[in-house]
Every structure is written in C-alpha cells, then in structure tokens.
T-cell receptor
Framework: NAGVMQNPRHLVRRRGQEARLRCSPM?????VYWYRQLPEEGLKFMVY????????ESGMPKERFSAEFPKEGPSILRIQQVVRGDSAAYFCASSTDRANTGELFFGEGSRLTVL | SQQGEEDPQALSIQEGENATMNCSYKTSINNLQWYRQNSGRGLVHLIL?????REKHSGRLRVTLDTSKKSSSLLITASRAADTASYFC?????????????FGQGTRLTINP
C-alpha cells in the first residue's frame, strides 16, 4: 500500500511562471490537506479538501493560489505568477477521516524554488 | 490562534539521555498529536492523545496532556542518534468546522553520539 505520493519532489520556476504540485493520497483516503513549510519553521495550513469539494481554504492566499481534488486523479495545488516568497516546501497529507479525529499521513513534500 | 508552541526550540543531548519537549496551545482541543520530521523529509506521526487522556506511552515515547494548563510534553527515553530530528506538536480543534491540524514551530533535537 503506497503512501502519499507527491510530485515533483523539486521544482524550479522563474518569477511569473506557474507551479503545479500534485498529490496522490493513500489508497482509501478521501481527505487531503496541503501545508507550506519555510526553512526552520513549522507547517502552515493552507487548504483542506475532500473529493470535488474544498472544505476549508482559510490558509490559502487570496490571490494566485488554488487547489482542487477531482473525482478522478490527484489533488493539485496551483500557484500562478510565482514570486520569490513562494519558495518553500509544500506538503500534502491525507487521512481516512477529518484531522480532528485521527492522524495524518504525509508525503515527502515538493520543494519549490523561485528564481 | 490555536497554534501550538514548542519549547525548547532546540535541544542537544548525549546519546542515552532522556529528551523532554513541551508544547502549549491556546484553545480547546479534540486531540493533540506529535510528529517527527527528519531533515528534508515529510512528517511521520508518532502518537495521538485525546483530550480525555492524561498520559500515553508508545515504546520509548511518553506523552502527557494537561488540558487545564493547555500543555503537553513528549519524553523520549534512552535517546539514540537516530532520534535526531525535528519534533512538532499539532492540535485538532474541538469546535465544529475546526477540522485541520495546527502545527507548532517545532523542537530541533540533536542526539550526540
């Protein structure tokens, strides 16, 4: 049973380009969470999705960031017109139920570098 | 903010010693969880303690929870070099709709051989 799969593991973009980060949750998991981590810091919540629904996007910047979790396929975190401040590690986590009832399973992260 | 705060931010001890990390939070919780992160890797779940529990053990790990003080501690006994990592506490909210885990800043633990 494969764990949470994220790709790409490393992504380099120039300012103004788009970044697309993909996350395949563990088999049987229908809850997906995206977090952002700056160096030497903790994880900051971005968005919580269930299949075809955004449940909580209170941590998402109002502009340039979007997320989806379609009926088929991986969850996508999309960052348009990237800026240097977007450089960070982006982690996806999945669970069988809501996070306030059980543990999250994390992927290895996607590290975005904006030049 | 519900965010947990770990203390200390960094801890360096000798192999074989015990390591204690503390976490404080601000709002009512459903449960509190501890995670470990090795450098450059994802987070790995260590232990979950529910709001009606006071202590929990898992191997060399011991977690306590004091809801009156809104604090938790993680004790790693007989530390090993392989325990070197960052440790994060995360709280799961109690109120309706608070369905995300909120992480603290973490404690960077270094075990010296």
């Amino acid at each position: 049973n494969a764990g949470v799969m994220q790709n790409p593991r490393h992504l380099v973009r120039r300012r103004g380009q788009e970044a697309r980060l993909r996350c395949s949750p563990m088999k049987g998991h229908s809850h997906v969470y995206w977090y952002r981590q700056l160096p030497e810091e903790g994880l900051k919540f971005m968005v919580y999705l269930q299949k075809e629904n955004i449940i909580d996007e209170s941590g998402m910047p109002k502009e340039r960031f979007s997320a989806e979790f379609p009926k088929e396929g991986p969850s996508i975190l999309r960052i348009q017109q990237v800026v240097r401040g977007d450089s960070a590690a982006y982690f996806c986590a999945s669970s069988t139920d809501r996070a306030n009832t059980g543990e999250l399973f994390f992927g290895e992260g996607s590290r975005l570098t904006v030049l | 903010s519900q965010q947990g705060e770990e203390d200390p931010q960094a801890l360096s001890i000798q192999e074989g010693e015990n390591a204690t990390m503390n976490c404080s939070y601000k709002t009512s919780i459903n449960n509190l969880q501890w995670y470990r992160q090795n450098s450059g890797r994802g987070l790995v779940h260590l232990i979950l303690i529910r709001s009606n529990e006071r202590e929990k053990h898992s191997g060399r790990l011991r977690v306590t929870l004091d809801t009156s003080k809104k604090s938790s501690s993680l004790l790693i006994t007989a530390s090993r070099a392989a325990d070197t990592a960052s440790y994060f506490c995360a709280t799961a909210g109690l109120i309706q709709g608070a369905q995300k885990l909120v992480f603290g800043q973490g404690t960077r633990l270094t075990i010296n051989p």
